[in-house]
């Protein structure tokens, strides 16, 4: 899988920075970083999400990373349950480090994923197939495989165009999901804090940087 997304991103104009040890990628039209990682959501805790952007920092060392970071956690599951869903929001709501994603998949959405691809190519997917309102409508009456993979890549992949018109119902979809994460008051209020810091404090040590968010946070819901 890890495979597929790295070529989603260089087809947005993402390169790889640093080292190969590590997937980590900058667009080179804006400041933004992701850090793609497989595994599922419990095994990113305080420390290991504080020794990821460690090696993060230690092979980029531009000014913006900290604040322009994201995590993308691959997550294959057996089955797509509620308790999926749970435990995805667990980690995405988390609020230290980075700004998180997960995209979770069945190994069935994956193998029909790289089938279709065989057949087809990754432009056509992310361009043609992507507005296509029929393979919509598959994805909307769960009966996709691929097609419920391409449209959650949407959804978690926030780089990704949204393009109005053929396929209008995948702007909702999109703005809905987008609604339900900007009514989270926590991120809110971290997204102020964070366009308010100076550059001095985005420079401090990890641990550092997370009482100093902690205790402002804590200010701010007091107001």
């Known amino acids: 899988m890890i495979n597929i ?7 947005y104009d993402y390169q790889p920075i640093g080292s190969d040890s590590i997937n980590l990628y900058k667009s080179t039209k804006m400041e933004d970083y992701w850090l793609l990682v497989q595994g599922a959501p419990e095994d990113f805790n305080y420390e290991s999400q504080s020794d990821l952007l460690s090696k993060c920092k230690a092979i980029c060392n531009d000014a913006s990373l900290d604040k322009n970071i994201n995590l ?15 435990r995805l929001h667990h980690l995405e709501e988390d609020l230290y480090f980075f700004k998180k994603h997960v995209l979770y998949y069945t190994n069935e959405e994956f193998e029909s994923f790289k089938e279709y691809l065989k057949a087809s190519d990754l432009d056509q997917v992310l361009t043609k197939d992507l507005i296509d309102s029929s393979v919509f409508a598959e994805y909307k009456l769960n009966q996709g495989l691929w097609q419920s993979l391409l449209y959650r890549l949407v959804i978690k992949l926030t780089f990704m165009p949204v393009v109005k018109g053929t396929a209008g119902d995948l702007s909702e979809l999109y703005e809905t999901h987008k609604e339900k994460i900007s009514k989270l008051q926590k991120l809110s209020l971290l997204d102020e804090l964070i366009d308010q810091m100076s550059q001095e404090k985005l420079q401090m040590e990890p641990e550092d940087l997370v009482r100093y968010i902690e205790q402002s946070m804590e200010g701010q819901s007091n107001v």
């Open 5 to 11: 997304i790295r070529e989603i991103f260089e087809f």
């Open 72 to 86: 993308l956690c691959l997550w294959e599951v057996g089955t797509i349950n509620p308790n999926i869903t749970t």
